[in-house]
């Protein structure tokens, strides 16, 4: 098992690191993949709700390339979510059942509009200026977060975080994530971001992934834990789905995303 994750990282990473350093259509498609992937996952984990499986992956996919080529992207979400909404309504309307259609169309609706909603920032970000670097700097701090969280955990962990989603992460781990995180984020600035974001701005944002990346990991584990599994899929060998691989990102890029046009202005 351990020998699979590691031939898997020895691949995934160098893959991940070409895909930000092309950039433009190849990190899209990458970024689509990774989207579509999650969506899937998440609605098989959600499956006891009996959700539009195929309807949400269709409307998942068409909803990621709108927000990328339409350039109007806020008008672009709240006119999706409403048609979203007006198909799956009418998928309950004129179905054979009415039992948990509510649970159906919400849980259909979160994977549809939120999952692509989030992961587009990831490609919104890469199109910035030095976008390149800031993809890096943010899948390294996240990466740190998460190693040093589980590491620390393990060795003075005491205090459960959130004992009903994930007994095993502490508070202990957490305040070590962040505190690496943190430092993680200084490193890289002078390394290869001394030209993008001065000290404020880069300990600011790695503040907001260290704090924001944990979160989100959480929010991913009570989705699962709600499904009564253990990973969301099997696509990453010896890592689980990409929904396990790419939780961090799914509050983590809108919210790195708003913090670097925020701290820009100041």
């Not at 991940?16 to 899937?40: D, E, K, R, S």
């Not at 649970?103 to 490609?123: D, E, K, N, Y």
């Not at 030209?195 to 944002?205: C, D, E, G, R």
């Not at 790695?206 to 499904?227: M, N, P, W």
């Amino acid at each position: 098992m351990l020998l699979t994750r590691i031939l898997t990282a020895c691949v995934g990473i160098p893959l991940i690191f070409a895909c930000v350093y092309f950039g433009n259509l190849l990190f899209y498609i990458f970024m689509f993949a990774v989207m579509f992937f999650c969506v899937q996952e998440y609605l098989d984990i959600c499956k006891k709700y009996k959700p539009h499986a195929v309807v949400s992956l269709v409307m998942a996919s068409v909803f990621f390339i709108m927000l990328h080529y339409c350039n109007t992207s806020l008008n672009t979400a709240a006119v999706s979510a409403v048609l979203m909404l007006l198909i799956l309504f009418a998928l309950e309307v004129f179905g054979e059942s009415t039992e948990q259609s509510v649970g159906r169309i919400s849980v259909s609706f979160l994977g549809s509009f939120f999952i692509p909603l989030a992961l587009i920032h990831m490609v919104y970000i890469r199109e910035m200026k030095g976008g390149m670097q800031l993809l890096f700097f943010i899948f390294i701090v996240v990466w740190v977060v998460d190693t040093a969280a589980y590491a620390f955990g393990r060795m003075i962990g005491k205090h459960k975080l959130a004992k009903n989603v994930s007994p095993k992460k502490t508070i202990e781990g957490a305040a070590a994530g962040i505190i690496f995180g943190v430092f993680a984020a200084a490193a890289c600035r002078y390394i290869f971001m001394e030209q993008i974001l001065s000290l404020p701005q880069t300990l600011i944002i790695g503040f907001v992934i260290s704090i924001i990346g944990q979160f989100s990991d959480l929010a991913e584990s009570l989705i699962k834990r709600d499904g009564n599994i253990k990973d969301s899929g099997k696509i990453i060998p010896g890592h689980g789905g990409a929904f396990d691989r790419f939780d961090s990102y799914i509050f983590a890029a809108p919210a790195v995303y708003c913090t670097l046009h925020f701290i820009s202005k100041i």
